[in-house]
T-cell receptor, first 111, second 109 residues
Framework: DSGVTQTPKHLITATGQRVTLRCSPR?????VYWYQQSLDQGLQFLIQ???????AKGNILERFSAQQFPDLHSELNLSSLELGDSALYFC??????????FGPGTRLTVL | TQLLEQSPQFLSIQEGENLTVYCNSS?????LQWYRQEPGEGPVLLVT?????EVKKLKRLTFQFGDARKDSSLHITAAQPGDTGLYLC?????????FGAGTTVTVRA
């Protein structure tokens, strides 16, 4: 158990819909990272937040957005969903630069 | 295109054999990490290598960072079925991790 929790574990929705994925980091970790893992693209970095502020951006689509709240939990919002958005979405947290602890992931299926 | 290229993509060996996974890039990284991921779970960090030429050992696993800090290898001695999983290398640069596509290792009993 990494100490990072993600909800929901599974999500099935339709194209065009909007979903919100939630992540609670390890106690004390200020940084939260979001990743997308698909069979053809591997694990892709989406975005990082540090203590509520956006720190780094990766291959995140404009249809996707994230935020980190004062209690340090984070949410990833995915809108206008397409079939190709079906993937595993991981959240990770860290105390600083270094080891990232990954949550169990949310499996999103867009039908 | 992946910033980090891992090879081979798949590896299936018999218990007791040795294996090596390679991670190559044209970019220089401040450090490189190796993760192992099991089905249905998130990646778990195995090791971080920081210095060019560094070699780290973790029981039967040996990790090496290239002198130029662009490539790395993971060697497993006397592999066991419990070593089965997806092995991912990740380069650290500007606070971001760039992952390779991974090597799926299957160790048959």
């Amino acid at each position: 158990d990494s100490g990072v929790t993600q909800t929901p574990k599974h999500l099935i929705t339709a194209t065009g819909q909007r979903v919100t994925l939630r992540c609670s980091p390890r106690s004390g970790d200020l940084s939260v990272y979001w990743y997308q893992q698909s069979l053809d693209q591997g694990l892709q970095f989406l975005i990082q937040y540090y203590n509520g502020e956006e720190r780094a951006k990766g291959n995140i689509l404009e249809r996707f957005s994230a935020q980190q709240f004062p209690d340090l939990h984070s949410e990833l919002n995915l809108s206008s969903l397409e079939l190709g958005d079906s993937a595993l979405y991981f959240c990770a947290s860290s105390a600083g630069v270094g080891e990232q602890f990954f949550g169990p992931g949310t499996r999103l299926t867009v039908l | 295109t992946q910033l980090l290229e891992q090879s081979p993509q798949f590896l299936s060996i018999q218990e007791g054999e040795n294996l090596t996974v390679y991670c190559n890039s044209s970019s220089v990284f401040s450090s490189l990490q190796w993760y192992r991921q099991e089905p249905g779970e998130g990646p778990v960090l195995l090791v971080t290598v920081v210095t060019g030429g560094e070699v780290k050992k973790l029981k039967r696993l040996t990790f090496q960072f290239g002198d130029a800090r662009k490539d790395s290898s993971l060697h497993i001695t006397a592999a066991q079925p419990g070593d089965t999983g997806l092995y991912l290398c990740a380069g650290v640069s500007d606070y971001k991790l760039s992952f390779g596509a991974g090597t799926t290792v299957t160790v048959r009993a």
